[in-house]
């Protein structure tokens, strides 16, 4: 994939998620041409790639759309994430008892800037932060293989949230700021704690409503 292609995919991706393209809406050329200032090559590309990751729907003489959120598949999507999720934030800590304090700048840089998200109301924004967040944790962990499951994991389940529960934005925020905080101490099972209490307030989140 060149990298035309590769940067309308990962906007598209972005407008997905965050719900600029709600599931079922069409996707015709024409229009994510003008939307992300391409030709209709990258676009095509585009289109595929995010129907191997589920994203996306091609159908023969009908063109593409967004596809349907697996919402049935969340309560294994959640159990994947806590579990990843705990060892990543734990393996972070034990980052920062070694004298590696970058990893809590980083972070919170991040936090800082989903609150500002937040403050200008921008969810689509807000949505990629959270995945910046957490895609960071998993990479700073030090585990590539950790890093790639969660990105997948978690797309999904941002995905499913995004299209069927309220922003709920300041909360997680405030829980991410929280889970820097324990990364900061250096414990980690604290971190790890830290971080399933969030995942299953999430999934708590969904399941209400």
Do not use: K
């Amino acid at each position: 994939m060149g990298a035309s292609a590769e940067r309308v995919t990962g906007q598209l991706r972005r407008d997905v998620l965050g719900g600029f393209f709600p599931p079922g809406a069409r996707l015709t050329e024409a229009v994510l041409v003008e939307r992300y200032g391409t030709s209709r090559v990258p676009v095509r590309e585009a289109l595929r790639a995010l129907a191997g990751e589920g994203f996306v729907e091609l159908r023969p003489n009908a063109g593409a759309r967004v596809a349907q959120v697996p919402v049935d598949d969340l309560a294994d999507l959640y159990a994947v994430r806590c579990v990843v999720e705990e060892i990543t934030a734990s393996r972070c800590a034990h980052r920062v008892a070694a004298g590696e304090t970058a990893v809590v700048e980083e972070l919170t840089g991040i936090v800082e800037a989903g609150f500002a998200a937040l403050d200008a109301g921008d969810p689509v924004l807000g949505a990629e932060l959270n995945s910046r967040f957490h895609g960071t944790i998993a990479v700073l962990s030090g585990s590539h293989s950790m890093a790639m499951v969660l990105r997948r994991v978690s797309e999904q389940i941002q995905w499913a949230y995004a299209t069927t529960v309220p922003q709920q934005g300041h909360r997680a925020w405030t829980e991410h700021r929280r889970i820097v905080a324990a990364i900061a101490s250096g414990d980690g099972a604290r971190a790890g704690r830290a971080m399933v209490r969030h995942v299953e307030t999430s999934r708590r989140g969904f399941t209400r409503s």
